[in-house]
């Protein structure tokens, strides 16, 4: 079975879950509201051009997982999945979706958004593999940290690499969809790489390299 790799925000969803997260957490008074907006607004930026220090804001969208209970997080992300990601989920994504798991394709999802957020999308979608930042978790609690390698820019390829080593999974044939620029390393890995309603740089880098731009959006 050929593999069919597909980044989520921006992606599969038009919009980023990470960034929306945060501004959901905002709207439910669980950070101080002008410090963070301003923090969140500033890392997304960061990340558009491709210029964030993953660990650093990693240090900054972990620690509310770690001030609050896990009761309290799932209740939220309820909340959040309803108000946030249903609206931003994209029919023609669906559609893309269910055609290559119609062809037999492997489906994964492979993001640099953590584990905690995107889990639950990616079930909503029927995807079952999913690669992510994960949250150190001790003793049934986030501790605020990340556990092992970031599944971002370089990072999403380790990790792949990794996920096929355990499933003796190769590349051949396989397809990956990105709308950033931060997934360059892993769309020059793939055999098929295929750009998402692109970022400029992307949009660039797909041209130079004559790869095949689409959009999932109406």
């Known amino acids: 079975m050929s593999l069919a790799i597909f980044d989520l925000d921006n992606t599969l969803i038009a919009g980023d879950s990470d960034h929306a997260w945060g501004e959901f957490l ?7 509201a002008n410090v963070y907006r301003e923090a969140n607004e500033r890392y997304y930026q960061l990340y558009q051009s491709g210029e964030l220090d993953i660990h650093e804001y990693l240090a900054f969208s972990l620690k509310p997982l770690s001030e609050n209970s896990p009761e309290q997080l799932a209740a939220w992300h309820q909340q959040f999945m309803a108000a946030k990601i249903e609206p931003i989920i994209l029919p023609r994504a669906e559609e893309l979706l269910a055609r290559h798991r119609a062809r037999g394709d492997t489906l994964l999802i ?28 001790v003793n049934g609690r986030y501790t605020g940290r990340v556990s092992g390698v970031p599944s971002f820019q370089a990072g999403k390829v380790t990790r792949l690499e990794s996920w096929l080593a355990e499933r003796d999974h190769t590349l051949d044939g396989s397809t990956f969809y990105s709308d950033s620029i931060n997934d360059l390393p892993l769309l020059e890995r793939v055999d ?26 109406d």
Not at 26 to 32: F, I, N, R, T
Not at 116 to 129: K, M, N, Q, S, Y
């Open 110 to 137: 492979i993001t640099a958004t953590n584990r905690f957020i995107t889990a639950p999308i990616a079930d909503r979608l029927g995807v079952d593999e999913l690669i992510a930042i994960e949250p150190e978790i």
């Open 192 to 217: 098929t790489a295929i750009a998402v309603d692109p970022d400029e740089q992307l949009r660039a880098a797909a041209d130079a390299r004559d790869w095949r731009i689409i959009s999932l959006r």
């Open 26 to 32: 905002v709207e439910q008074g669980a950070v101080d």
